[in-house]
């Protein structure tokens, strides 16, 4: 995958009436048509922030896979404050959102309160670990998941990387691997993609992998866990 252009991304409103980016060169939208804020919530916050909360967790280290338009961030930090959480934030993306795509993006009617707490998620600095109030540590990573290193472990990982059709390295069994060594036990991933050798990869690298119903547009999802 190239480094996308300005004018290869293009704001698009989805059946949710949240928006996504597309990137029309790829012809790859950042989250479903079929609904942005849907799907994070249900993909993310629903199957993966619930699960590990309810698993007696109040300090949480959480990795995401394609930090993207900063949605899933902005919903997570929303989710620490309302229920008293503290969580860890490493967001890793190799091509940020350029400042006037980011700056054009409409938040939805849901989460226009957040709307300077998502202008400061955006201008945080890159590789720097910021404080962004008592309940969210923000470090966003500008660099390649091979090229990511860390001493952390992780309770959760968001992995919303684009689909194996458009970055197929990113779903391989040695990606999963790497994923599964940067995990707590007990630690939970989830994504948005079912595909069988997808789950055969992950079943490989040692995780235990639950299909679970999938967002609108998908009829399953993984929620993939490293066993205790």
């Not at 190239?2 to 928006?19: N, R």
């Not at 995401?64 to 338009?69: K, P, Y």
């Not at 590789?127 to 109030?133: G, L, S």
């Amino acid at each position: 995958m190239q480094t996308p252009k300005e004018s290869d991304l293009k704001l698009v409103t989805t059946k949710d009436g949240s928006q996504t980016i597309l990137n029309t060169t790829l012809g790859s939208t950042y989250h479903s048509r079929h609904g942005a804020l849907t799907e994070s919530n249900h993909v993310f916050l629903d199957q993966g922030l619930k699960r590990v909360v309810d698993g007696g967790k109040e300090q949480v280290r959480l990795f995401e896979m394609g930090f993207g338009t900063g949605l899933n961030a902005l919903l997570t930090w929303k989710a620490a404050r309302e229920s008293g959480l503290r969580i860890d934030y490493h967001g890793l993306e190799l091509y940020p959102v350029p400042e006037n795509v980011w700056m054009a993006y409409e938040l939805p009617a849901e989460l226009k309160s957040g709307q300077d707490e998502f202008r400061k998620i955006h201008e945080a600095a890159w590789n720097t670990q910021v404080q962004m109030d008592d309940s969210f540590q923000l470090t966003k990573n500008h660099l390649s998941l091979t090229d990511y290193e860390s001493d952390q472990r992780f309770d959760l990982i968001y992995y919303d990387a684009f689909e194996p059709e458009t970055q197929p390295e990113l779903w391989t069994e040695e990606v999963f691997e790497k994923l599964f060594g940067m995990m707590e036990d007990g630690g939970v991933l989830t994504t948005y993609c079912c595909k069988g050798y997808v789950r055969r990869n992950m079943i490989a690298a040692g995780f235990v992998v639950e299909k679970v119903p999938g967002p609108p547009g998908k009829r399953e999802m993984i929620v993939a866990h490293r066993p205790l």
